[in-house]
């Protein structure tokens, strides 16, 4: 865990004093910095749903139609 920069973000981001910082769970304190509506990460079964739902069009490799 980048502990820096997580309390950095807590007391200056959220203005937490170091006592409440502190006294925070690492998923409350993600919850408050707004993780959770975050864009997730791109993962293997995320891309390969993608592909199957925009699937290369041959043809279209060199700008051609």
């Given at each position: 865990?980048?502990?820096?920069?997580?309390?950095?973000?807590?007391?200056f981001?959220l203005?937490?004093?170091?006592?409440?910082?502190?006294?925070?769970?690492?998923?409350?304190?993600?919850?408050?910095?707004?993780?959770?509506?975050?864009?997730p990460?791109?993962?293997?079964?995320?891309l390969?749903?993608?592909?199957?739902?925009?699937?290369?069009?041959?043809?279209?490799?060199?700008?051609?139609?």
């Amino acid at each position: 865990m980048d502990w820096p920069g997580l309390l950095r973000a807590g007391l200056f981001t959220l203005r937490l004093t170091p006592e409440q910082f502190w006294r925070l769970t690492p998923i409350e304190l993600r919850m408050m910095l707004g993780a959770e509506t975050a864009i997730p990460p791109l993962t293997r079964a995320r891309l390969e749903e993608l592909a199957r739902a925009f699937p290369d069009v041959k043809g279209l490799e060199n700008g051609h139609d």
